[in-house]
């Protein structure tokens, strides 16, 4: 089992940054790829991004490409999601993921262990 506690969500202002923190449970964080995924109201959850248990893979949703930077710290038990150049469009309840998958199959159909999720409000 593995539990998740995002935290970092707040309001700011278009083109301004954010650094989302998704805190682990457990011995064996490192064996894991965590992922960030989006929901705002109204819209279903998409994919943000993902990273590899060795953070040497990562993966991007084009709409994040050059703005969002996903990393993890395993001494830490800690995932991040590194938010710049903020657009009112990124506005959502941001979600840390977690599985023993790869990265294209949490991108795909999710993660196997949730957070609660953090609110991300970006005013234009």
């Known amino acids: 089992q593995v539990q998740l506690v995002e935290s970092g969500g707040a309001l700011v202002q278009a083109g301004g940054s954010l650094r989302l923190s998704c805190a682990a449970s457990?011995?064996?964080?490192?064996?894991?790829?965590m992922a960030w995924f989006r929901q705002a109201p109204g819209k279903e959850r998409e994919f943000v991004a993902a990273?590899?248990?060795?953070?040497?893979?990562?993966y991007y949703a084009d709409f994040v490409k050059g703005r969002f930077t996903i990393s993890r710290d395993n001494a830490k038990n800690t995932a991040f999601l590194q938010m710049n150049s903020l657009k009112p469009e990124d506005t959502a309840v941001y979600y840390c993921a977690a599985g023993l998958i790869t990265g294209a199959t949490i991108r795909e159909r999710g993660g196997d262990y949730w957070g609660q999720g953090t609110q991300v409000t970006v005013s234009s």
């Open positions: 990273i590899s248990g060795t953070g040497r893979n990562t």
């Open positions: 457990g011995r064996t964080f490192s064996t894991y790829t």
